[in-house]
């Protein structure tokens, strides 16, 4: 779900439509496959390393989310824009 909102905070209003739609279209592609690993590493290796694998996944998309902590909205890069071409004028 905060993907969707970070896909359409990021973009302007014209193209938000499309960022939901592919947005929405990785998580269904995702949702639908996410059981068949996890399966076979319960199948595998237990309960134990399928938990440890939940975590160690979370652990990966918290570090490749983090850059995106600094990104600015639409919103605001257009008060930017406005600011620094009243500034200017």
């Excluded at 905060?2 to 973009?11: D, F, P, S």
């Excluded at 014209?14 to 998580?27: C, I, K, P, R, Y």
């Excluded at 590493?41 to 309960?47: A, D, F, S």
């Amino acid at each position: 779900m905060l993907i969707g909102l970070c896909g359409a905070e990021l973009v302007g209003p014209s193209t938000v439509g499309a960022s939901e739609g592919f947005l929405g279209w990785v998580a269904y592609l995702g949702a639908a496959n996410a059981g068949i690993p996890l399966s076979f590493i319960v199948k595998e290796y237990g309960w134990s390393a399928y938990f440890s694998t939940l975590v160690a996944a979370c652990g990966v998309a918290l570090v490749l989310l983090w850059p995106m902590t600094r990104l600015r909205s639409f919103v605001q890069r257009e008060e930017v824009r406005v600011l620094r071409e009243a500034k200017e004028a």
